[in-house]
């Protein structure tokens, strides 16, 4: 079902920003691409700094507007803790001139300024005005069935869910148990002495397809012997590259990819490229009920993980919050995961995915 949210001026217009974002930006320039008189969402990127270009950041806003499947127009708020001033000639407002050099761009590459505000701690105004005045913001963001809260800011929601002390020690054992448990069966078998817990977690690793797919069913209830499972496997390039692709394809994608890493590994042959793609962030849009399932487990995952396993589901965490399209939350994780880990290979391909794409392609899209 398409909610549809209407604004009659700039004050309900900017009631509804958080809504088509999902958020209360904070600290932040928001871009609203139109086609006509309707816009579908919202992006957000960080305030320039002052070390920032002023050319290319404004290039780098406009052009991931105009990257938004048939956009003719576009709405540019600012969310920013600092106080407009006042002087003899008026009101000037915070980064009046970084908006200059983002509306020059974007009416240069042809879009239409549909509207340009600032909001600040004491309210609101038009950059737009020849003689800008604050007013109050007082309307609240409207309620949209089955969004939830809008009032966080663009990190809400990243803080990992709870695990006390007890939860943590038992998937550490089990993942050290299914370690051991490996260990063995390379050298010569498993003997029945071994913990019952790890055995079912070696079991869950016979058919990791079967396994990835369910984990997505009750992310909060798993036990810790599957924690520890998928903790192993995440932490496992060829085997992780596959929980990717699945959970943000289906079953049969898992499989294919399954097959495709293996043959990789043993120099057989190239990856297809519509798995790859799917890392990439291009092809089909993946569903995102079932991303934000995957996220919850991985989530799971990583806060009951030791703190040396926890940089591969903190950093799987990240892929699959920049495949959402929130890139703020992948950029806290991945934050997360260095903070551990430096050095960590996936954290560092990511980021730089991140920096050159922004977004994946498919977040594009119009109905994205």
């Given amino acids: 079902m398409t909610t549809v949210l209407r604004a009659s001026g700039s004050s309900e217009f900017l009631s509804i920003v958080p809504s088509l974002a999902g958020f209360t930006p904070r600290r932040s320039l928001v871009l609203l691409p139109f086609r006509g008189s309707r816009t579908y969402g919202a992006m957000r990127i960080d305030l320039p700094d002052d070390d920032v270009s002023l050319e290319e950041y404004a290039d780098a806003a406009v052009g991931l507007v105009a990257r938004v499947e048939k956009t003719d127009a576009v709405a540019v708020v600012v969310y920013t803790d600092v106080e407009a001033y006042s002087t003899r000639d008026g009101l000037v407002l915070p980064y009046t001139v970084e908006i200059d050099e983002v509306l020059g761009r974007a009416a240069d590459s042809g879009l239409r300024i549909v509207d340009a505000l600032c909001v600040t701690p004491s309210g609101w105004a038009s950059y737009l005005d020849d003689e800008p005045g604050l007013r109050e913001l007082d309307e609240a963001a409207p309620q949209v069935a089955g969004l939830g809260d809008v009032s966080g800011d663009q990190l809400a929601g990243t803080d990992l869910p709870h695990a006390d002390l007890a939860e943590k020690e038992r998937v550490a054992r089990a993942l050290r148990d299914l370690d051991e448990l ?187």
């Avoid at 396994?211 to 496992?236: K, M, Q, T, Y």
């Avoid at 992948?330 to 794409?357: F, N, Q």
């Avoid at 994946?360 to 109905?367: L, Q």
Wanted: with cysteine; glycine share 8%; hydrophobic share 50%.
């Fill in 182 to 368: 490996l260990a063995h069966e390379r050298i010569g078998g498993v003997t029945g002495r071994e913990n019952p817990q790890a055995i079912a977690a070696l079991a869950l690793l016979e058919d990791l397809p079967a396994f990835f797919e369910s984990v997505l069913a009750s992310p909060d209830d798993l036990p810790p012997f599957a924690h520890a499972a998928l903790l192993w496997c995440l932490n496992r390039p060829i085997f992780r590259d596959v929980a990717l692709t699945q959970w943000a394809t289906d079953l049969l994608g898992g499989a294919r990819t399954l097959e495709a890493q293996l043959a990789f590994s043993g120099g057989h042959t190239a990856v297809p490229d519509d798995l790859g793609d799917v890392f990439l962030g291009r092809g089909p849009a993946p569903d995102p009920a079932r991303l934000r399932r995957a996220l919850d487990t991985v989530r799971a995952s990583a806060t009951r993980a030791p703190r040396l396993s926890r940089p591969a589901p903190l950093t799987v965490a990240a892929w699959i919050s920049w495949a959402l399209g929130r890139a703020s939350h992948a950029g806290h994780y991945l934050d997360l995961a260095r903070a551990i880990e430096p050095e960590y290979g996936l954290a560092s391909l990511l980021d730089t995915m991140i920096g050159a794409a922004v977004l994946p392609e498919w977040a594009f899209r119009r109905g994205a």
